[in-house]
């Protein structure tokens, strides 16, 4: 089993769909979890962190259930520039990223 | 301010020779990380250095494959007598010590003939 799992995708959405990102976990002694984005042919960059509480940042919700070893990412009102692939990163030692799940919003 | 820097930009090289791949982190991120991205995959952990502390080197995939950081800043990721499927992205982050955010530099792609 992967320490970290992802729907493989790809997603195909029109704008101003929700889309929803699961993610699972196999190390129950994870500390942190994030969710990262990556564009075609460019470096991963950190969209936000998961906290226990769950969180918001604009469009994006992000919640953990840490007895279920799940995570989330939620997108509301997509828009054609959230096409991106979308890696869900849990850190218990190092970082582990998953395979991530590509999203492409179409017109 | 700067951010992560990594070169080449791209590498390409023939089967059996040796290649070395640089990066220089943010200053004063103690924390430095290698992965490597196969064509339409994830990234897959390679080295992880921190600090004073010995590298994690766990995900180094065959003993062709090394890493040096020297005086805590830049690393070298050196790959001897390349093959085929070495050919990747390769990239690096860095960050503050362990549980704050990655920053990745561009990456280095590698193609092996």
């Known amino acids: 089993r992967k320490e970290v799992e992802q729907d493989p995708g790809p997603f195909n959405v029109p704008e101003g769909a929700t889309v929803a990102f699961n993610c699972t976990y196999s190390?129950?002694?994870?500390?942190?979890f994030f969710w990262y984005r990556q564009d075609c042919r460019k470096e991963p960059k950190l969209l936000m962190s998961?906290?226990?509480s769950g969180n918001e940042d604009g469009r994006f919700t992000a919640q953990l259930n840490r007895a279920s070893q799940y995570i989330s990412l939620l997108i509301r009102d997509s828009k054609l520039s959230d096409s991106a692939t979308y890696l869900c990163?849990?850190?218990?030692?190092?970082?582990?990223f998953g395979q991530g799940t590509e999203l492409s919003v179409k017109p | 301010g700067a951010g992560v820097s990594q070169s080449p930009s791209n590498k390409v090289t023939e089967k059996g020779k040796d290649v070395e791949l640089r990066c220089d982190p943010i200053?004063?991120?103690?924390?430095l990380y290698w992965y490597r991205q196969s064509l339409g995959q994830g990234l897959e952990f390679l080295i992880y250095?921190?600090?004073?502390?010995?590298?994690?080197k766990s995900g180094l995939p065959s003993d062709r494959f090394s890493a040096e950081r020297t005086g805590g800043s830049v690393s070298t990721l050196t790959i001897q007598r390349t093959q085929q499927e070495d050919s990747a992205v390769y990239l690096c982050?860095?960050?503050?010590?362990?549980?704050?955010?990655?920053?990745f530099g561009p990456g280095t792609r590698l193609t092996v003939l």
């Open positions: 990163v849990v850190q218990g030692g190092k970082l582990i």
């Open positions: 200053s004063g991120h103690t924390a």
């Open positions: 250095f921190q600090g004073n502390s010995a590298p994690d």
């Open positions: 998961v906290y226990s």
């Open positions: 190390n129950s002694a994870s500390q942190s």
């Open positions: 982050a860095s960050s503050l010590p362990f549980l704050y955010t990655q920053y």
